[in-house]
Structure formats: structure tokens, C-alpha cells
């Protein structure tokens, strides 16, 4: 059995085991819905011999006059997430948190789906006030950035290498 079969395979089970329902559009692709903190999430996870991607669609609209500034916020959040990183689609007008494991140094383990499920779903819990405030304009990227600070604690040693929020992105034209 290949590893992308293997894979599948016991993604399944995961999802099994854990009541929860999924779709196969392939074999290579599984699509479910998890929801946390009344937060409905879409995964759609793909797999092949060498990696396994997990797509996790995050449920904001987001309007053109605030896509710059939730860029920038995603710049911030990407800085201080180790695993995976947040996505904008521009085709599709949907923000993505996807995570990546190459599999082929890895194995294949049961640990495995913990990292492609459980680590998106809390980052995005965790992180998800700060992008519905920042959207809705009911908080400033500045107080976001403070109160992400405050909760993830970061070390004064690392504070200084963080990115600076207006490097995010060329000035608006």
C-alpha cells in the first residue's frame, strides 16, 4: 500500500472513531467539517507519497476595503504560529489555515492527524476574535497585535525579531 493510500486509510479511521462525517471526491482528497466554539470549519485535506496538506477554510467575509489590513494581521499571525500559516485566496475570496507535513521522513502515524486537525483547529480558535475584530473595525490592528502579544506571551529575547506590521505590504496606491 502506498503511503498516500495509507493515509487515506487512516484518515478515515480518525474521522471514524471520532463521529466525525467526510466526503472523498478522490482518493486522494477528504473533505469534513469540524465545529469548535460554535466556529464551523471546512477541512479539506490532500494527500500524495510525499506530503499531506490540510486546507481549513476560516469562516470571514472579508470586504475589499479591509483585505490590506487583515493582510497585515495575517503577516503578524504567520509570525508567530510554528505550524501552518493563514492564506488568502484571491480567486475564491476565502482566508485559508493550511498545514503541510512531508510524510516520507516522518512515517506514517496516528500523531499525524493530530497535528493536521488539532493544531488548526486551535490556532483558529484561538486567533479567530482577533480577525472577526479587526474585520468588523471594532479593533485596531495596533490593539490586536497587543492583546495576541499578551496572550502568547512572547519572551523579550524574540520581541525584537518580529516583522514590523508596515512592512507587511506596499503602500496603498
Given at each position: 500500500?502506498?503511503?498516500?493510500?495509507?493515509?487515506?486509510?487512516?484518515?478515515?479511521?480518525?474521522?471514524?472513531?471520532?463521529?466525525?462525517s467526510f466526503?472523498?471526491?478522490?482518493?486522494?482528497?477528504?473533505?469534513?467539517?469540524?465545529?469548535?466554539?460554535?466556529?464551523?470549519?471546512?477541512?479539506?485535506?490532500?494527500?500524495?507519497?510525499?506530503?499531506?496538506?490540510?486546507?481549513?477554510?476560516?469562516?470571514?467575509?472579508?470586504?475589499?476595503?479591509?483585505?490590506?489590513?487583515?493582510?497585515?494581521?495575517?503577516?503578524?499571525?504567520?509570525?508567530?504560529?510554528?505550524?501552518?500559516?493563514?492564506?488568502?485566496?484571491?480567486?475564491?475570496?476565502?482566508?485559508?489555515?493550511?498545514?503541510?507535513?512531508?510524510?516520507?521522513?516522518?512515517?506514517?502515524?496516528?500523531?499525524?492527524?493530530?497535528?493536521?486537525?488539532?493544531?488548526?483547529?486551535?490556532?483558529?480558535?484561538?486567533?479567530?476574535?482577533?480577525?472577526?475584530?479587526?474585520?468588523?473595525?471594532?479593533?485596531?490592528?495596533?490593539?490586536?497585535?497587543?492583546?495576541i502579544d499578551?496572550?502568547?506571551?512572547?519572551?523579550?529575547?524574540d520581541q525584537?525579531?518580529?516583522?514590523?506590521?508596515?512592512?507587511?505590504?506596499?503602500?496603498?496606491?
Amino acid at each position: 500500500m502506498s503511503i498516500k493510500d495509507t493515509v487515506v486509510k487512516q484518515l478515515q479511521e480518525y474521522l471514524e472513531k471520532d463521529g466525525i462525517s467526510f466526503s472523498s471526491s478522490s482518493t486522494d482528497v477528504i473533505e469534513f467539517e469540524v465545529t469548535v466554539q460554535n466556529i464551523n470549519l471546512e477541512f479539506t485535506v490532500f494527500s500524495s507519497d510525499l506530503f499531506t496538506v490540510s486546507y481549513t477554510l476560516v469562516p470571514l467575509n472579508i470586504s475589499q476595503e479591509n483585505l490590506e489590513i487583515i493582510y497585515k494581521l495575517m503577516n503578524y499571525l504567520n509570525s508567530n504560529t510554528p505550524f501552518g500559516n493563514f492564506e488568502y485566496d484571491l480567486s475564491a475570496s476565502s482566508l485559508y489555515y493550511r498545514i503541510s507535513l512531508v510524510l516520507e521522513e516522518r512515517g506514517v502515524t496516528y500523531e499525524i492527524y493530530d497535528h493536521l486537525l488539532n493544531y488548526p483547529l486551535f490556532t483558529i480558535e484561538t486567533y479567530m476574535p482577533f480577525l472577526n475584530g479587526v474585520n468588523s473595525g471594532l479593533l485596531s490592528l495596533e490593539d490586536a497585535i497587543t492583546k495576541i502579544d499578551a496572550l502568547i506571551e512572547i519572551p523579550p529575547e524574540d520581541q525584537e525579531t518580529k516583522p514590523e506590521i508596515s512592512a507587511a505590504l506596499p503602500a496603498a496606491s
